[in-house]
């Protein structure tokens, strides 16, 4: 890796290669929305669930049946991204389509920041950057961690701002922009601010240390210059100081480190999921060992500042699972981002990769626009149960698991929260995490039948200190306190467990009983 040199940032005139030109680029910044254009509702994980906790943050004033089961406590916490958007945007379009717009931003927001960050470090937009693409629908976007991914999206389209006002010397403004950018950032999720300050300090640092200065006093400078992103800081002292519980756990378990590597893609089809890892490698690999290949220093010490963040985070933080797992797909991305020319640009390898970055976008986007109809076409017919449902029904779902954790997406696993978003009823499956989530649980009397992951099952005979088994969760649960018991994708169940409830409906994968006082 060589430094970095003025020929990076300014290029000769030249023709320029179809693939950076500025319609062409457009085309492929659209084209990362094409899998949510289908489903009506993005059959992102836990996405429905937060859906159930945006209608009672639109509704719990008007909603007598949502005024009994829940309530909503504002506070300055760092995950508070499409909470605050869902407001007008959910009030002149409606909650579902509020949030399928909402979502459907995502991935184009992500893509443009990844294209903007390559012109600004390579002053061009290189062949491989396609590669990177694909890393937008990785495992936390799939997961639907929607408030980090959102912020991530904000993060580096603010990493390509700040590159480019310290190329243009544009210091003092970047620093005055930059705090208030730093809290937008961080009021969207915490994560992305803390990756949108580990960018930023990696670049300057290499940025100053390539203008002369020792690596000593580059990182000094580059931390008082991202120092200006340091007042969350302080937002977050208050915030945890008025939180109690939610544990920061699970640290350098490598083996399950290695799995959230191998899981970057992880969508439904683990051949097919783990296999597409292997075209960006290799890619990698002949950039490191090519003569015409190299890697931008600035990008790639990135890359290795977020590796060693990766390997430093506990899996949860503050009662946040996937803490570390959330990095993954970005830190690759990054890495990929980081491939240039060593000169200029050899115009047969130019073309060669631009095709295989193509065709790989292309191959992934197909794979997971395909996926995703599946889930919402599933979903879908799973739901026509609500709609025998009256208004504030009390719902338990109990969705089915294996034995052993198996490679597709539990997309169904929060289903039954949609029970509030369109019957301002119950659900069983809200997170109840103080300090993380501003959701607020009025209706206990189920106990444990009450929040996650109360919904999620196994198949009788498995061994869990987490999840209950069908028939444990069948029998146990308190018929008096739910009006409905939702059954969805379930293991094999003994009649007598449900002998006393009533059968009202029958789907594809699912039933809905009806309890009997």
């Known amino acids: 890796m060589g430094a970095e040199t003025a020929s990076a940032v300014h290029i000769e005139a030249e023709a320029v290669p179809w693939w950076e030109r500025g319609w062409f680029l457009a085309l492929v910044v659209l084209a990362t929305m094409i899998p949510l254009l289908y489903p009506q509702i993005p059959p992102l994980v836990d996405l429905l669930g937060h859906m159930g906790r945006y209608r009672v943050e639109l509704d719990l004033d008007q909603s007598p049946w949502i005024q009994q089961y829940y309530d909503y406590h504002w506070a300055a916490i760092g995950n508070l991204g499409v909470d605050l958007l869902i407001i007008p945007l959910g009030k002149l379009l409606g909650l579902e389509p509020a949030v399928k717009l909402i979502v459907m931003l995502i991935p184009p927001m992500t893509a443009a920041g990844f294209l903007w960050v390559t012109r600004e470090v390579h002053g061009r ?25 959102l912020s991530v999206a904000l993060a580096f389209l603010a990493f390509g701002l700040w590159l480019r006002l310290g190329r243009l010397e544009h210091t003092a403004l970047r620093t005055w922009l ?12 915490t994560y992305g601010w803390g990756l949108l300050g580990l ?50 756990i699970d640290w350098f378990d490598w083996k399950v480190k290695w799995r959230w590597i191998y899981s970057a893609l992880r969508d439904r089809w683990k051949l097919f999921d783990i296999w597409s890892l292997v075209v960006p490698t290799l890619v990698f690999l002949y950039a490191i060992v090519s003569r015409k290949l190299t890697l931008s220093r600035n990008l790639a010490f990135s890359a290795i500042v977020l590796a060693v963040a990766f390997a430093v985070l506990p899996r949860i933080v503050f009662g ?82 294996t034995c052993r954790e198996y490679w597709p997406m539990l997309r169904n696993g929060h289903l039954g929260a949609m029970v509030i978003v369109r019957r301002e009823g119950f659900s ?51 018929r008096g306190d739910f009006d409905y018991v939702w059954l969805i994708d379930v293991p094999t169940y003994s009649a007598a467990s449900v002998a006393d409830m009533k059968p009202v409906w029958r789907g594809p994968g699912s039933v809905l009983y009806k309890t009997v006082p």
């Open 428 to 478: 069983n499956d809200q997170w109840l995490l103080e300090g993380v989530n501003l959701l607020d649980l009025k209706y206990r009397a189920a106990g444990y039948y009450a929040a996650d992951p109360s919904q999620l099952v196994r198949p009788n005979g498995c061994r869990d200190s987490l999840h209950r088994m069908i028939d444990n969760s069948l029998t146990n649960l308190p």
């Open 199 to 248: 960018m930023c300090f990696s670049a300057d640092a290499v940025r100053l240390h390539d203008r002369g200065r020792s690596w000593w006093r580059a990182g000094i400078e580059a931390a008082l210059h991202t120092s200006v992103m340091a007042l969350p800081i302080l937002v977050m002292l208050i915030w945890r100081s008025e939180t109690h519980g939610g544990q920061t």
């Open 320 to 401: 946040s699972a996937y803490a570390d797992m959330r990095l993954v797909p970005y830190l690759i991305a990054v890495a990929l981002l980081a491939i240039r020319f060593r000169g200029a640009p050899d115009r047969t390898t130019a073309q060669v990769l631009a095709v295989i970055g193509l065709i790989f976008f292309a191959t992934r986007t197909v794979g997971t626009t395909i996926s995703l109809g599946m889930a919402a076409d599933d979903q879908a017919a799973k739901m026509k149960a609500i709609d025998l449902m009256p208004r504030g029904a009390r719902v338990i779902s109990l969705v089915g698991m």
């Open 125 to 149: 937009v290189p062949p491989t950057a396609f590669l990177a693409l694909p890393f937008i629908y990785g495992y936390p976007f799939l997961f639907g961690f929607v408030n980090f991914t």
């Open 178 to 189: 930059f705090v208030p950018i730093s809290l937008i950032v961080f009021f969207c999720h």
